[in-house]
């Protein structure tokens, strides 16, 4: 299956920058220009479009999304929904972030709870300042049973040697934390994911894990139908903003979040204080980030 996404000029630059070592000569009016990875063909039209082809088509194009903060387009119509539905509602923060942990959290949502975060105005954490996201997750963690995962970036990458994408490590700790809050609370409510890839992908990640829970719903801006995952996506912020703070502060390196040339300074100055051996404790040296790092370095010491 093909993915394509429209971007702006600045975003489809960026883009272009990124796979740049990647690049294919093409001869065709109608493409700017045409990267070839492992598994994965990466075409950009003149017309600003963005198609992603291959067995990391669908990887890819949800990693782009969450880089860029555009939602997936689902042809599906959500439905409309009570927000305050009891649940188990799960999302994850610091995927599209070339630096700082993975985490991911379930938090569930009742009748009672309900009542005491409504006048919190509980929503998706995109949209809500950095300081704001701690105010309301430390708030959000004395009335909402909730279970964290964070995976450090030595584990994610040791698990990402091993085999694992992204979507599969995602999948593993959403199963997770589902696991742990029901064991917890001593119920099995409804449970709601926020969709981060196609449905029939993550049900195939699962069958690798023992005894996981299956959502019964499984969306796309599922954050701004229930409020169990919109409860949940502000805590995995707050969780990952928190571990990236610490990380500045153990290795005396600003870290940015996100993935963009900022990022690639952080990362060369990080080198240099403390050699790239150590990245792997703090980054996700897999993106094409760790590559452009060590081509742009060799320029500025060559």
Excluded at 67 to 87: G, L, N
Excluded at 224 to 239: L, M, N, Q, T
Aim: net charge positive; hydrophobic share 40%.
């Amino acid at each position: 299956m093909n993915y394509v996404l429209e971007l702006s000029p600045e975003k489809t630059n960026f883009l272009i920058d990124y796979y740049a070592s990647a690049r294919d000569k093409t001869h065709e009016e109608h493409i700017r220009a045409r990267f070839r990875l492992e598994g994965l063909i990466v075409t950009v039209y003149a017309s600003g479009k963005v198609m992603f082809q291959g067995k990391r088509a669908e990887e890819t194009y949800f990693f782009w999304c969450e880089v860029f903060a555009i939602v997936p387009i689902d042809k599906k119509a959500p439905k409309k929904t009570d927000f305050f539905t009891p649940s188990i509602g799960s999302d994850e923060s610091g995927v599209g972030d070339y630096f700082g942990p993975l985490t991911v959290c379930a938090v569930y949502v009742d009748e009672k709870t309900a009542k005491r975060i409504e006048p919190l105005g509980v929503r998706d954490s995109k949209t809500i300042a950095d300081k704001e996201v701690k105010r309301l997750a430390k708030k959000l963690l004395t009335i909402l049973p909730a279970s964290l995962m964070v995976l450090d970036n030595e584990r994610y990458n040791s698990l990402v040697e091993e085999g694992y994408n992204a979507h599969r490590l995602k999948a593993w700790l959403h199963a997770q934390s589902h696991k742990k809050l029901i064991q917890r609370i001593k119920k099995r409510p409804l449970v709601i994911v926020d969709k981060f890839c196609e449905k029939k992908t993550y049900m195939a990640y699962l069958k690798d894990f023992e005894n996981p829970e299956k959502p019964d719903r499984f969306l796309f801006r599922a954050e701004e139908a229930y409020a169990s995952v919109a409860a949940a996506s502000i805590i995995a912020r707050h969780a990952f903003l928190e571990e990236l703070a610490k990380m500045s502060s153990a290795y005396g390196v600003d870290f940015p979040k996100g993935a963009s040339s900022a990022v690639e300074e952080a990362g060369r100055a990080f080198i240099g204080r403390h050699g790239e051996e150590t990245l792997k404790k703090v980054a996700k040296i897999h993106f094409r980030t760790t590559e452009k790092m060590r081509t742009t370095r060799g320029k500025h010491h060559g």
